[in-house]
């Protein structure tokens, strides 16, 4: 079991806006850590979609935003397009010692 | 750019060892981290471990210590993974990625490398 949570699924229509939550505890997100998110397509390497809770790297569109409240992160995305169908995972450190890597269990993207 | 290109498949039996190299180009070597990453079939991302490429540092994940040995060599921008006395468990695709911090987010990675364990 992750020590950081997300929803197994989410889905939504094209033009919508989705949510996915990922949440931690007191010896990770909580401590301060930093929280980035990846968006994962079938077969494909990870991609880096927000750094720092709230940075897209260039090349992101705007559409990708993220956030962070107390022990919890979330990423929006809005207008939804069918190229968002994708895997999408959490990732900060914790459990007490800086490098202890974590990654959510990943929830899956369907775009109805 | 920044590439990172990774050796190729590997099927080992069990008890066995792997090493699977991840080439980087297009940017200053020693100044940033590599990651791996590892991911079973239809599974999500387990992190395992990273190592800085300036002096050598590193942090396994608890669940592979005393198995995993992570190395740098800098005249050659090559990061290895070596991953000692191998089951099933195991069988997963290997990535690396290259950390950026301060912020520490993995911003490019290897194409992967899967490994298999079967007797």
């Known amino acids: 079991q992750s020590a950081l949570t997300q929803p197994p699924s989410v889905s939504g229509a094209p033009g919508q806006r989705v949510t996915i939550s990922c949440t931690g505890d007191r010896s990770n997100i909580g401590t301060g850590y930093d929280v980035h998110w990846y968006q994962q397509l079938p077969g494909k390497a990870p991609k880096l979609l927000i750094n720092?809770?709230?940075n897209r790297p260039s090349g992101v569109p705007d559409r990708f935003s993220g956030s962070t409240s107390g022990t919890s992160a979330s990423l929006a995305i809005s207008g939804l397009q069918a190229e968002d169908e994708a895997d999408y995972y959490c990732?900060?450190?914790?459990?007490?010692?800086?490098?202890?890597?974590?990654f959510g269990g990943g929830t899956r993207l369907t775009v109805l | 750019q920044v590439q990172l290109v990774q050796s190729g498949v590997e099927v080992k039996k069990p008890g066995a060892s792997v090493k699977v190299s991840c080439q980087a180009s297009g940017y200053t070597f020693t100044n940033n981290g590599i990651a791996w990453v590892r991911q079973a079939p239809g599974q999500g991302l387990e992190w395992m471990g990273w190592i800085s490429a300036l002096n050598g540092n590193r942090n396994y994940a608890q669940k592979v210590q005393g198995r995993l040995s992570m190395t740098t060599d800098s005249s050659t921008t090559t990061a290895y993974m070596e991953l000692t006395s191998l089951t099933s468990d195991d069988t997963a695709v290997y990535y690396c990625?290259?950390?950026?911090?301060?912020?520490?987010?993995?911003?490019?990675w290897g194409q992967g490398t899967l490994v298999t364990v079967s007797s």
């Open positions: 990625a290259r950390m950026v911090c301060p912020h520490c987010a993995a911003d490019h």
């Open positions: 990732h900060s450190f914790g459990g007490g010692e800086r490098g202890a890597g974590l």
């Open positions: 720092g809770n709230t």
